[in-house]
């Protein structure tokens, strides 16, 4: 069973509109989050991380962490037609961190 | 400034043949070293992790193996291809646990 879901599988909004990921754990040790960007034909690249209870803004991009429900969320807001990619969570333990676990991904479409 | 380097950028090679992947990072001394294996347009499996040279841990049983004969240097290989080892290679490196994993541009790997 895949440790890390995100919802939805694949999003669509307008240019300037606000796009909601979300992601969740079914491991209770995962407590360290990253959100990822991917665009077509390279690897990822990290956007920004999450460690603790509430939001982080940075830029265009706020993540909100939930560690009771171990639910985490990214909102993009003024959403870019650049920002077309696939998104990743990626969570991690405390402890033997290089142990990554990706999410299954949404796929972003900004329509201009 | 730190840079990663995979080799090659694309492979079509046939049912049963060996197969020998490479990256090379250069700029950061005993960085964690990583191997993840993505299914076209599907989520990133942890292949193998590193955290110092000679010395490889596997995360998933796919019939591939790696190395890590320099501390710049971590290999992907296998003796015989399956079709189901066709997808994209990525070559990923990290400053310690629980930090940003950085990835190369990926090798695409087509068995036919």
């Known amino acids: 069973q895949q440790k890390v879901q995100q919802s939805p599988e694949s999003l669509s909004v307008p240019e300037g509109g606000m796009a909601s990921l979300n992601c969740t754990s079914s491991?209770?040790?995962?407590?360290y989050f990253w959100w990822y960007r991917q665009h077509s034909g390279e690897g990822p690249k990290a956007l920004m991380s999450i460690f603790s209870d509430g939001d982080k803004k940075e830029g265009r991009f706020t993540a909100h962490l939930n560690k009771a429900s171990l639910h985490v969320s990214l909102h993009i807001r003024d959403s870019q037609p650049s920002d077309s990619a696939l998104y990743f969570c990626?969570?991690?333990?405390?402890?033997?961190?290089?142990?990554?676990?990706f999410g299954s991904g949404t796929r972003l479409l900004v329509s201009p | 400034a730190q840079t990663i380097h995979q080799w090659p950028v694309a492979e079509i090679k046939a049912v049963g043949s060996p197969l020998s992947l490479g990256c090379t990072i250069k700029?950061?001394?005993?960085?964690?070293l990583y191997w993840y294996w993505q299914a076209t347009g599907g989520t990133l499996q942890q292949l193998f992790y590193?955290?110092?040279?000679?010395?490889v841990e596997s995360v998933v049983q796919l019939n591939l193996s790696a190395s890590r004969p320099k501390d710049d240097q971590f290999i992907l290989s296998t003796e015989k291809l399956l079709l189901s080892h066709s997808g994209f290679y990525l070559c990923a490196w990290s400053r310690k646990t629980n930090t940003e994993v950085f990835f190369g541009k990926g090798t695409r790997l087509t068995v036919v």
């Open positions: 491991d209770r040790n995962f407590q």
């Open positions: 590193s955290i110092t040279v000679g010395q």
């Open positions: 700029g950061k001394s005993s960085p964690n």
């Open positions: 990626a969570a991690s333990e405390p402890t033997g961190g290089y142990k990554v676990v």
